[in-house]
């Protein structure tokens, strides 16, 4: 298996533009970066080229070994760079780190200089005051105490005592004299010379008065929230039951993880790829269904966990799980900007950025050929991720929009600048123009297939669009967006019900080999708002957080909370955060990037504007008169551009149904209106009413004609948009 080889360097800031695995920094202190490089493929056990051993007997110096010439770090110009530059970042910090301390450093250096002097004093004493002459002075003297008439001893005591007292005097006076020269040296030093002589002083005192404990400098090591070892990872599987536990007599014996790497520091957490001991019984898939229990004896939250299998693809095998911890929250802070936001145009038929997971590596999500499906909890962000998707299809002219927003509120009001079909809430005429648009999409794509069919297999080799038929044959993508599914099946009738989720399966099993792209949203994803023939055949999945495993199943799919694809672990501060479900056994937590209302609706201009240029501004927003207006930069009256938005599906509307339409659409601003208001707002925006009563099905009462207050539009917009 060829395996990556890791480099462990401290780093003290994330890494910017660097090939390492994303990281940042603790407040507190540098963090360790994995500059990883990928490895050649291994060597053969014999070594380079084979020799033949049974005929050669010096096959074992002639083989060549395959060993690389440069060390890993070496190989490549981004290795080199990566590591260089994290080297850079460490010297800096260690730099102001130990520079923020140098007053501290310098008091610590005199004290232990003081203790220094009083050291060497207190060792030197002995021989100034030539101690090693007493012993021989008290021993005469001693002798004669005992026999006083000896003159020959008395005078040996005399000429020993001179001794002593002489070298005592010389050596006092080497050592005063030597002190008094270095001190008129110093004071008579210029300033510069002065500071390195009291250095050169000073350093070895200070060394001199050191303990065996005692270090000048701080230790300036990383502060890391998780400290995870080899032990404490077999101690923790052996907690959840994955690995055989002991008696406590015989833990040398019991069964252990072989790491094939680390564990190490990998940005802002620790990495590690283990494999299962053989004969336990036990796969890669139990340990990912014990996240929980693991993150606990681990003594970090289960968001911090990232776990997944390591398949036969990249070296892996059943039993092999990869491993990273991270130090803290990997979601949380500050939201990434889309980089659809800056982009003039896109591709459709490019995987579309979507956001970062834990380590910050991007994540992108091909739509081509797909369906999908966000689910989840209110206001965690569900509709903003939803319409990431939906926003890259605006950056493409040939897409053409088709969009139902259930709640009909302003999340989705911008692409009425775009879109070909748009239908804003759930009330009895929006669901008529749902089933209108589900029946113009299924006539549509039986003409596409028809199409594609008689095709020829030079033209069209697979049966689906390519971006040349596309063009060439004038077929746009659809892209089909549906927002609070759950909205209008609750509102429907079951007849209706059941014929708009047919349609729905229809369009989402069929559709996507004639260029449709399916992108629903739900709430409650439960089985009577979002039945699960609906949900089942759908291939890409997001949920936001919801309150149970059982519901993040009903958003991901069936088991996926068992393989570790589960949303319920996301708390409420993971606003823009979910799981992301790709195939039947790929998922990752994503957190999407960040793209709010006004730049939503910046994107949904331009998307006017590059279907203006190829010719491709279809249906209702051809026919779009504030949309119209805004590309002729003329104004149109808010309250007229508002109230024909809410009568976008009837020719009339009662005045109560068309308050509570405003309300629904922007309620800090129609809030307080009432029907005196609202005709007096009409009124002066330029509003003539026909008439003051209008009848629905039936029933006359107070209202409003659509065709009034499209005349109070400018006449040269009413006939750029053919009215």
């Not at 994995?34 to 070594?47: K, R």
């Not at 050596?171 to 040296?185: I, P, Q």
């Not at 494999?275 to 968001?303: H, M, N, Y």
């Not at 199943?553 to 823009?576: F, I, P, T």
């Amino acid at each position: 298996m060829s395996e990556s080889v890791v480099r462990l360097i401290k780093d003290p800031t994330p890494p910017a533009d660097t090939p390492t695995p994303a990281a940042s920094a603790d407040a507190g202190g540098p963090v360790l970066t994995l500059v990883t490089v990928p490895a050649p493929a291994s060597a053969p056990a014999s070594g380079g080229e084979a020799v033949d051993r049974a005929d050669n007997p010096l096959a074992d110096w002639l083989t060549v070994p395959d060993s690389p010439l440069l060390p890993v770090w070496a190989r490549s110009t981004a290795s080199v760079t990566a590591n260089a530059r994290a080297f850079g970042r460490l010297t800096w910090w260690h730099t102001r780190y130990h520079g923020f301390r140098t007053p501290k450093y310098l008091v610590k250096t005199m004290l232990l200089a003081a203790r220094g002097f009083y050291r060497a004093g207190t060792g030197l004493w002995p021989t100034l005051s030539a101690q090693d002459h007493t012993a021989t002075v008290r021993a005469l003297r001693a002798q004669v105490k005992a026999r006083p008439e000896d003159v020959d001893l008395a005078t040996r005591l005399q000429m020993a005592h001179y001794a002593r007292t002489q070298t005592r005097r010389w050596r006092f006076g080497a050592a005063a004299g030597a002190v008094a020269a270095a001190a008129t040296g110093i004071v008579l030093a210029p300033p510069l010379l002065q500071i390195g002589a009291a250095a050169a002083v000073m350093a070895p005192l200070a060394y001199l008065g050191r303990g065996k404990e005692t270090r000048l400098l701080d230790q300036a090591a990383p502060p890391l929230k998780v400290d995870m070892s080899a032990q404490q990872l077999n101690d923790a599987l052996r907690a959840a039951g994955l690995l055989k536990s002991g008696s406590g007599k015989d833990d040398k014996d019991l069964p252990r993880v072989a790491c094939t790497m680390g564990p190490v520091r990998d940005g802002r957490g620790w990495a590690v790829i283990f494999d299962l001991p053989r004969g336990g019984g036990k796969t890669a898939s139990d340990v990912l269904a014990k996240r929980e229990v693991i993150a606990q004896e681990l003594g970090v939250d289960e968001i911090q966990v990232i776990m997944s299998r390591v398949r036969a693809a990249k070296g892996g095998n059943a039993g092999r799980v990869s491993m990273w911890v991270a130090d803290d929250d990997p979601y949380l802070g500050t939201p990434n900007p889309s980089p659809l936001e800056k982009a003039e145009k896109f591709s459709i038929w490019e995987p579309v950025p979507f956001g970062q997971d834990a380590r910050g590596n991007r994540i992108d999500v091909p739509v081509m050929w797909q369906s999908m499906f966000f689910g989840g909890l209110p206001r965690r962000g569900k509709t903003f991720t939803q319409r990431l998707l939906t926003a890259a299809g605006l950056l493409d002219a040939y897409v053409r929009h088709y969009v139902a927003d259930g709640k009909g509120g302003a999340d989705w009001m911008p692409m009425k600048a775009v879109a070909h079909r748009l239908v804003m809430g759930a009330e009895d005429d929006a669901i008529e123009a749902l089933k209108a648009m589900l029946r113009e999409l299924l006539g549509e794509m039986e003409r596409r297939f028809a199409l594609l069919r008689d095709l020829p297999t030079s033209v069209c080799p697979e049966g689906k669009l390519t971006p040349d038929i596309m063009v060439k044959y004038n077929l746009p993508v659809i892209f089909v967006t549906i927002d609070e599914l759950q909205e209008y099946f609750t509102a429907m009738e079951r007849e209706d019900r059941e014929q708009v989720i047919n349609d729905l399966c229809r369009v989402a099993r069929r559709g996507p080999a004639a260029g449709f792209i399916c992108n629903f949203a739900s709430q409650r994803p439960d089985a009577e708002s979002v039945p699960s023939k609906l949900r089942e055949i759908i291939t890409i999945r997001y949920s936001t957080q919801v309150v149970d495993r059982t519901s993040s199943d009903m958003v991901l799919g069936k088991g996926k909370a068992a393989q570790g694809a589960d949303a319920s672990v996301l708390s409420e501060d993971h606003k823009g955060v979910g799981v992301l479900v790709t195939g039947p056994a790929s998922y990752v937590t994503v957190r999407a990037d960040y793209l709010d209302g006004p730049a939503f609706a910046a994107l949904c201009r331009k998307g006017r504007a590059l279907r203006e240029a190829a010719g491709q501004l279809t249906g209702d927003a051809a026919g779009d008169v504030t949309a119209a207006a805004d590309a002729a930069g003329l104004t149109v009256a808010a309250i007229v551009s508002d109230a024909l938005e809410v009568m976008r599906h009837s020719p009339r509307m009662f005045t109560t149904d068309l308050l509570s339409g405003l309300v629904n659409l922007d309620e800090d601003v129609y809030g307080d209106f009432n029907a005196e208001r609202l005709a007096a707002e009409l009124e002066a925006a330029g509003v003539k009413r026909t008439s003051k009563q209008v009848k629905i099905s039936g029933a006359n009462a107070a209202g409003y004609q659509r065709r009034d207050i499209e005349a109070a539009v400018p006449a040269e917009i009413l006939l750029s948009t053919g009215r």
